[in-house]
């Protein structure tokens, strides 16, 4: 796939919780190496358009296509194929509190392959090196910082070498200096690795940092989506105002 090419595209995208539409008539592209940030005020469909366009949530209209492929028809074996490709940094980690840090970081590979144990381990050490920390295997997370907590679930999230990274809010619940520290974490794993990216955040440092193309949700429609030059320029009443301002009203 040529890099301009979309390596995920969604049309007409519209999901619901029961009767309420979250999110209407969505086209947006997602393209590879890029890191893509989605913006919008709190409620404006961000984390439910994550959900969506990875299945968490099921669409009620549109189409959503990874690598060409549309995946809303997939059978559950072959959405399992196109998961393995996909890693996700749930709001808040999402560790599981009564396991380890090893055994956290272990559930995708336990789950998805067939490895030995020795070769977990050393997978499981490679990431979290690659994530900047050290001998953390055997502790809980009740032990850890807000940012370790974050770092352990980024390395569960890279454990399988997804192609594409989804991550709902990394910055919620840790200091300015923390989330600095993932920004850059995050921008790494984009260079190292050649990963996609695509972050739901509303941290206006984080947004100046890390962002290749934004995406603004409002009122769940998708109002701009562009590089981050080209947003400031559009001319939106409300990304003038979160630019100006870091809120949306």
């Known amino acids: 796939m040529k890099n301009n090419e979309p390596i995920i595209s969604v049309r007409g995208l519209e999901a619901r919780y029961g009767e309420k539409v979250i999110l209407s008539d969505i086209d947006l592209d997602i393209f590879p190496g890029q890191l893509t940030v989605i913006l919008g005020s709190s409620g404006c469909g961000k984390t439910t358009m994550l959900k969506a366009i990875t299945r968490l949530v099921e669409p009620t209209k549109g189409s959503i296509k990874y690598w060409g492929e549309e995946i809303t028809e997939m059978d559950e074996n072959h959405f399992q194929k196109v998961l393995k490709k996909v890693g996700m940094l749930f709001q808040g980690g999402a560790l599981l509190n009564s396991l380890n840090v090893f055994e956290n970081i272990a559930i995708p590979l336990e789950l998805h392959t067939h490895l030995s144990p020795t070769l977990i381990e050393r997978i499981i050490r490679v990431k979290l090196s690659l994530v900047k920390l050290g001998d953390v295997m055997h502790l809980m997370p009740s032990e ?33 200096l923390t989330s600095s520290h993932l920004d850059e974490l995050l921008l790494e794993l984009k260079r190292k690795l050649n990963m996609t990216i695509v972050v739901v955040t509303h941290e206006l440092a984080s947004i100046h940092r890390i962002a290749d193309r934004i995406i603004f949700l409002e009122n769940g429609q998708l109002i701009f989506q562009g590089d981050l030059a080209a947003a400031k320029k559009a001319r939106i009443p409300s990304i003038d105002t979160f630019f100006r301002s870091g809120r949306y009203d």
Request: one cysteine or more; glycine letters at 10%.
């Open 144 to 176: 850890l910082s807000g940012g370790m907590k974050k770092r352990v679930a980024l390395a569960r999230a890279i454990v399988l070498d997804p192609k594409i990274l989804f991550c709902d809010e990394p910055s919620a619940g840790i200091d300015p």
